[in-house]
């Protein structure tokens, strides 16, 4: 059964360097799309989710005939925004079939309250959830540009459900987490059987770096392979907002897309 676990938010509020814009997606360091600096999005919206017209993902795909690995997008918890669509044409841009899902139905949050009562609608439904993964994981396998392999993602309340996903899910192939709510159960992490990556933030109060050592402490247990990082000194939420306060949070985040590809070019393209 898949369980859901609380996601904390704090705002951005820290110090580090600017990185260099201008750039197109694929040629950067650092995604123009957490620059704040991207086009407007150009892939295209797609019902994935039998019988329910109101779910539509974001779908965004490699030019020439592949076939790609394939990326699970996880929205933060305001729901499916422009924001996560450019990235998803970020990881176009790089060789993979990405794709948004949406698990608000249609709905997005304007305020920390609206935001709030998303979530919390959807922890209520957890089977929904896994239902609407499981249909996106189905969606894409059965593209003749996907390669097989697919990776999910996510941040915030994204990020837990990625790794809640994991636990609960049908098999894939990778996890990537940022500043996501964990799991640190030993007996629950154990159904994990592929690569965990995870990006977490030293200042993030909601989860502190003790916390995460421990998940990476559990994983390295059990003989999953991992790559976590704790980066210092910035705050929950600074890899996808990373314009809230460039200067503060474009090297740890040019740093954590960097070991992002490294992990997905293993994960996902290498013959495992």
Not at 225 to 251: E, K
Request: negative net charge; glycine residues 10%; charged residues 20%.
């Amino acid at each position: 059964m898949l369980r859901l676990h609380r996601t904390a938010w704090h705002g951005l509020l820290v110090t580090a360097l600017v990185a260099p814009r201008g750039l197109a997606a694929q040629d950067s360091s650092i995604p123009d799309a957490i620059l704040g600096t991207a086009a407007a999005p150009r892939g295209e919206t797609v019902a994935y989710l039998p019988g329910d017209t109101a779910t539509r993902g974001y779908l965004a795909v490699p030019e020439g005939a592949g076939p790609f690995p394939a990326l699970i997008l996880v929205h933060e918890w305001n729901g499916l925004v422009d924001r996560v669509r450019q990235v998803a044409d970020a990881f176009a841009a790089h060789g993979y079939v990405a794709m948004a899902v949406d698990l608000y139905r249609g709905r997005t949050g304007s305020s920390r309250d609206e935001n709030v009562a998303l979530m919390n609608d959807v922890r209520g439904h957890p089977e929904q959830v896994i239902t609407n993964l499981d249909a996106a994981q189905r969606f894409l396998r059965a593209r003749a540009d996907v390669s097989g392999k697919v990776g999910v993602m996510g941040w915030c309340f994204g990020g837990g459900i990625a790794l809640s996903y994991a636990l609960g899910g049908a098999e894939h192939d990778a996890t990537a987490i940022f500043y996501g709510s964990l799991v640190t159960d030993p007996a629950e992490l154990q159904r994990i059987h592929h690569p965990i990556y995870g990006t977490f933030a030293g200042q993030d109060r909601g989860i502190p770096p003790d916390q995460v050592a421990r998940f990476r402490t559990v994983l390295d247990s059990l003989g999953i392979s991992n790559d976590i990082h704790i980066y210092d000194p910035v705050q929950h939420g600074f890899w996808l907002w990373v314009d809230r306060d460039p200067a503060t949070n474009t090297a740890p985040a040019r740093d954590a897309w960097e070991r992002l590809q490294r992990f997905l070019q293993a994960a996902l393209r290498s013959e495992r």
